[in-house]
């Protein structure tokens, strides 16, 4: 897991912050057996969203955007988050 990790940013976090980013990482990392970490995208939206703050996130398909909204919720269960997906505009595009 450790060459995989996005050292560089997580070493830029707060204490409070990193630690959450390396649980997100552990959770991640185990639920997937192995075989998914967070991308560093993925743990800036998560940590928005952990200390209150908006995010957009504009990605390709199979990017890994669910990821952000997922790890918030398995980190903190008793909180509430909200997403607006332009639901109509991927339906056309994916037809």
Do not use: W
Not at 11 to 39: F, G, H, Q
Not at 78 to 95: A, E, G, H, W, Y
């Amino acid at each position: 897991i450790q060459e995989r990790l996005p050292n560089e940013y997580i070493e830029t976090l707060s204490d409070k912050d990193r630690t959450d980013a390396l649980r997100a990482c552990l959770l991640v990392y185990i639920l997937t057996a192995t075989t998914i970490v967070p991308r560093q995208f993925q743990l800036e939206a998560t940590l928005a969203t952990l200390n209150g703050h908006d995010s957009v996130i504009t990605a390709g398909t199979g990017c890994g955007k669910t990821l952000c909204l997922i790890i918030p919720m398995l980190l903190r269960p008793d909180t509430i988050s909200m997403t607006i997906s332009p639901l109509k505009r991927l339906q056309n595009t994916q037809v």
